[in-house]
């Protein structure tokens, strides 16, 4: 049991690389392993690791999360925050395995709404519920032996207890580098977003991995992660009070500087909750990265920035942060 998930993170990661139980190879990819692990994590609010050497993309994990919460499966959008994402992508268009939102947040037959809204309700009705689970991958996605995009999340479990939300996340493979970081990222905020919804405070979440697993070409980096002796400490914010509008009108910022269509600025946040003017921020921050390659971020897009998300920032693009 861990209080952060940075503390978590380089636990299972020095854990892997000192003692893993097995060598791999599949898929084309070897990889060290160690099979059913627990991480349980007191305080899923403090989901961001500062890790110099990750060099984490917060850019990416918040575009991910709202992807998922708004049902999409578009290539166009998320893959304009990680471009490697293009090659899980059988159709060019879409991706099916990888994308969780329509799974969770997409209304379905026969009552026209999602799983998230099931579970949500179920809760309001029976607080003590142990079937407040929602369910990611599908029996037919192995019907095709050549997917390259099967779902790695089985499930997720809320459970309302001692007056707080937790989550359980049931992963049959996960990578306890790239994936896990963006993994446990989202779907906290998700059982965040959810507790909010329920008006309760954020329990604890628990990560549930039948395949834990390390790729050797990620090794030299790994090394360099726990090598590191000082991290700085930010503190984590917590969400307010969000209702569905709310995500939409980030989903419109996000959309149009995805597209080069609009500046986000001081004045632009004012009318906003200080959390997600934060998160439209970045989007701003990353506008500048990708659409004005020969110029530094502006210094007024930088001072919208939380000094944790800033110190991301510049690991992440050191060159483009003065
Ligand atoms: O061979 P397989 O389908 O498991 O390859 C996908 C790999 O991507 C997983 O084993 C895991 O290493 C990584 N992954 C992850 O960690 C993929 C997804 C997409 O569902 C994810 N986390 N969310």
């Known amino acids: ?192 977003f959810a507790a909010r919804q329920l008006g309760v405070e954020v329990g604890s979440y628990a990560h549930h991995v039948g395949s834990m697993h390390i790729n050797v070409n990620d090794l030299p980096k790994v090394d360099r992660m726990l090598a590191e002796r000082t991290r700085p400490a930010f503190p984590a914010e917590q969400m307010p009070a969000t209702t569905w509008t709310d995500l939409a009108e980030v989903a419109t910022w996000e959309e149009r500087l995805r597209k080069d269509a609009a500046v986000f600025g001081p004045d632009d946040a004012a009318g906003l909750k200080p959390y997600w003017a934060q998160v439209i921020a970045l989007f701003e921050v990353y506008r500048q990265v990708v659409y004005r390659a020969d110029q530094p971020v502006s210094p007024e897009a930088l001072a919208m920035l939380r000094p944790g998300h800033r110190w991301l920032i510049e690991q992440r693009w050191p060159t483009r942060v003065p």
């Not at 070897?30 to 917060?58: D, G, M, S």
């Not at 079937?131 to 599908?138: E, G, S, V």
Request: hydrophobic share 40%; net charge negative; with cysteine.
């Open 1 to 192: 049991v861990y209080t952060t998930f940075e503390d978590a993170y380089l636990a299972v990661l020095r854990e892997i690389r000192q003692a893993p139980q097995y060598e791999t190879e599949t898929r084309a990819k070897t990889a060290i392993e160690t099979t059913n692990v627990l991480l349980t994590i007191r305080n899923p609010v403090a989901r961001t690791p500062h890790i110099a050497a990750r060099k984490a993309n917060v850019v990416f994990n918040h575009a991910e999360a709202l992807w998922y919460l708004t049902g999409r499966d578009d290539l166009d959008m998320i893959a304009h925050y990680a471009p490697n994402l293009r090659r899980l992508s059988e159709d060019g268009e879409t991706l099916t395995g990888t994308a969780y939102g329509p799974r969770l947040f997409k209304p379905t037959k026969p009552d026209d709404r999602c799983q998230f809204d099931r579970v949500i309700e179920l809760l309001r009705r029976d607080p003590d519920a142990k079937r407040a689970t929602m369910l990611i991958m599908q029996p037919n996605e192995l019907v095709d032996p050549d997917n390259p995009d099967v779902a790695c999340t089985l499930g997720l479990q809320l459970m309302l207890r001692g007056g707080q939300l937790h989550m359980s996340a049931y992963m049959r493979g996960n990578d306890a580098m790239i994936g896990l970081l963006g993994d446990v990222f989202a779907f906290t905020l998700i059982q965040e």
